[in-house]
């Protein structure tokens, strides 16, 4: 196995998954997240339908390296019962998704081929 410096991964991505019914939960979220980091993230557009990859309902936030400690512990400390998919970017979008994805909450199956 060849291992990779973290120095390849250019930034991070979070993708905060909600549905009709969790909605209103998700827009406070999103409310609460730009509340506390006022405008160090970049956050998304709100996406109410299934995006590329994603099966479910979406926005995303960006971040840097820098950043991913206070970052995906503040996500998981406070995302409620929302559902967080979070990849790296190292430029290599379909081995980001598949193979060095993390999930806070619950996870879903991706559509992959989106990204082939």
Do not use: C
Not at 51 to 74: C, E, I, K, N, R
Not at 89 to 104: F, Y
Request: aromatic share 14%.
């Amino acid at each position: 196995m060849t291992f990779r410096d973290t120095s390849a991964i250019d930034s991070w991505h979070a993708h905060i998954y909600f549905d009709a019914n969790s909605r209103d939960a998700a827009w406070t979220f999103r409310e609460q997240i730009e509340a506390h980091w006022g405008g160090q993230l970049q956050i998304g557009r709100f996406h109410e339908r299934p995006v590329g990859p994603h099966p479910m309902w979406s926005y995303q936030l960006g971040f840097t390296q820098a950043q991913f400690a206070d970052v995906v512990g503040w996500l998981t400390l406070n995302h409620g019962a929302l559902d967080v998919f979070l990849h790296p970017n190292t430029g290599d979008a379909l081995r980001d998704h598949r193979d060095a994805a993390v999930w806070i909450g619950r996870s879903y199956e991706l559509v992959l081929k989106s990204l082939m």
